[in-house]
């Protein structure tokens, strides 16, 4: 089994629905971090977190470090979202490493 | 300045070449990490260079090596190399190895070896 597992794999979606991605993960974190990766691209870091819930712009992470789970959610979707999403952890003893989900394939559709 | 940049985008080598990939970050950043990304996988670590000095070896073959000739420059020195190395390259760094910051990530170098 994973040390963090990613759900779904793949997620199809219209324009415009609201989107949730799901991670939890079996080992203790000093932070979780969702990534984000266009086709052929490099990975941009949307949000790094220890607890609670941040937001920026349409996206919303939350951790409940409790239930060792996090969601990634999408409000109103574009085909700009489009990208595969990355759940992430890092371990305070693990000198910087990142332990990686799967990935979850997103593809809005107009 | 919050920019991973690597050069070059695109690098096609032979088995018996030499070639290198060059990463560079301006953030002040002490943390530099070299990873490799096979199609559709998540990236896999292969070297962590805090401070200038190599932290963390993934155990990867000597084919690759790497150098860090100051803060904000990370190479890697590929020689010799398989088809089965054929990859996306992904440079990151971060603010310091211990505890836990963001990574920022480079476009990354998507290497093919023939």
């Known amino acids: 089994k994973n040390e963090v597992e990613q759900s779904p794999q793949n997620l199809t979606a219209q324009e415009g629905e609201f989107i949730t991605i799901n991670c939890s993960y079996s080992v203790g974190i000093s932070a979780l971090h969702w990534l984000q990766q266009h086709p052929g691209g490099g990975i941009v870091s949307l949000f790094m977190l220890s607890s609670g819930k941040k937001k920026h712009g349409r996206l919303i992470a939350t951790i409940n470090i409790q239930e060792k789970h996090s969601s990634l959610h999408i409000t109103a979707s574009h085909p700009r979202d489009s990208a595969v999403y990355i759940c992430a952890v890092s371990q305070g003893t693990s000198y910087g490493k990142l332990t990686f989900g799967q990935g979850t394939i997103l593809t809005v559709h107009p | 300045d919050t920019e991973v940049t690597q050069t070059p985008k695109h690098l096609v080598m032979g088995m018996t070449n030499k070639k290198s990939l060059k990463c560079e970050q301006h953030?002040?950043?002490?943390?530099m990490y070299w990873y490799k990304q096979k199609a559709k996988k998540p990236p896999e670590l292969m070297f962590v260079?805090?401070?200038?000095?190599?932290?963390i070896n993934e155990s990867v073959p000597s084919r690759f090596s790497p150098e860090c000739p100051n803060s904000s420059l990370l190479n890697l020195h590929l020689h010799a190399l398989q088809p089965e190395d054929s990859a996306l390259y992904l440079c990151?760094?971060?603010?310091?190895?211990?505890?836990?910051?963001?990574?920022?990530f480079g476009p990354g170098t998507r290497l093919t070896v023939t």
């Open positions: 953030m002040g950043h002490r943390a």
């Open positions: 990151a760094s971060s603010l310091r190895l211990a505890g836990a910051y963001e990574q920022y």
């Open positions: 260079y805090s401070y200038e000095k190599l932290s």
